[in-house]
């Protein structure tokens, strides 16, 4: 790597250290206004410093806004919407039963997919 390249990543990561602390880490309206456990084991952590919010909180919070640019597919979501919801509820109650012990990654991945195909999926379940 080229020490030009190498800069580049370094200020490419950092820049979202700096975007992952000040939404999750920093941000109080996480903090004061969404309802989670926030169990240290079940959340992500950036230079030491734990989320505001579990991994699938995380993935949700961060695919609702990435939804919008998913209405022009929304009357095609629903069922996506139906697998993926049912996995996160899937992965979240063997987790809960103690049949299974589930990963942040899974965690993340379920909760994303679900922000990023609710809205479409209602609006498209709505006649919009």
Same mark, same amino acid.
């Given at each position: 790597m080229t020490p030009i390249s190498a800069r580049i990543?370094?200020?490419?990561?950092?820049?979202?250290?700096?975007?992952?602390?000040?939404?999750f880490v920093d941000s109080i309206w996480i903090h004061r206004w969404w309802g989670c456990h926030r169990l240290p084991e079940r959340s992500f952590r950036v230079e030491g410093r734990q989320f505001?919010?579990?991994?699938?909180?995380t993935g949700f919070i961060a695919g609702l806004? =990435?939804? *919008? $640019?998913?209405?022009?597919?929304? &009357?095609?979501?629903?069922?996506?919407?139906?697998?993926?919801?049912? =996995?996160? *509820? $899937?992965?979240?109650?063997?987790? &809960?039963?103690?049949?299974?012990?589930?990963?942040?990654?899974?965690r993340f991945i379920t909760g994303f997919g679900t922000g990023l195909t609710l809205i479409p999926s209602l609006l498209a379940l709505g006649g919009f």
């Open positions: 990543e370094g200020s490419i990561r950092q820049t979202c250290i700096k975007i992952l602390t000040s939404l505001h919010v579990c991994a699938r909180c806004p =990435l939804s *919008m $640019l998913a209405l022009p597919l929304r &009357h095609d979501l629903p069922p996506a919407f139906l697998i993926i919801f049912g =996995l996160l *509820m $899937l992965d979240g109650i063997s987790q &809960h039963l103690a049949w299974r012990t589930s990963n942040n990654r899974l």
